[in-house]
């Protein structure tokens, strides 16, 4: 028992310790193994489908078209509201509300854009 105690106490591990991580390092190996074929399978069949990847490809065109609609409505709103600050020095309520204006706009254009579907354009 103190020998065993002592091979724990300087890392040195028993042959049974040894036995069971080799054998649970091996399950695991194997379970990892069939993971990854499952998946290389599955990347290989998708990759394939050409449609597939098209259609991912069309659908982040629509969504970079939207949210740069947004972001310019913002934009364009902020940029006329700090030129009338300046032109009529009522700063910082032009910005205001004319940002404001522009994210309204911003808004409705988004709705207005994703309410067409690609086919009706």
């Known amino acids: 028992m103190a020998k065993n105690t002592d091979d724990k106490a300087s890392g040195n591990p028993t042959s049974s310790e040894e036995a ?33 990847s098209a259609a991912r490809a069309s659908a982040m065109a629509r969504g970079f078209q939207l949210s740069s609609e947004l972001i310019a409505g913002v934009v364009v709103g902020a940029a006329i509201g700090w030129g009338f600050d300046k032109l009529l020095s009522t700063s910082p ?26 086919g009706n354009r």
């Not at 990347?43 to 394939?48: K, L, R, V």
């Not at 309520?93 to 690609?118: D, H, W």
């Open 20 to 52: 069971a991580l080799s054998a649970r390092l091996g399950s695991l190996d194997q379970r990892l193994s069939e993971i990854r074929g499952n998946r290389k399978i599955e990347t290989d069949q998708s990759g394939t489908e050409s449609g597939n």
């Open 93 to 118: 309520f032009g910005l205001i509300v004319f940002f404001l204006l522009g994210f309204v706009a911003g808004v409705v254009n988004v709705v207005r854009s994703a309410r067409m579907t690609p």
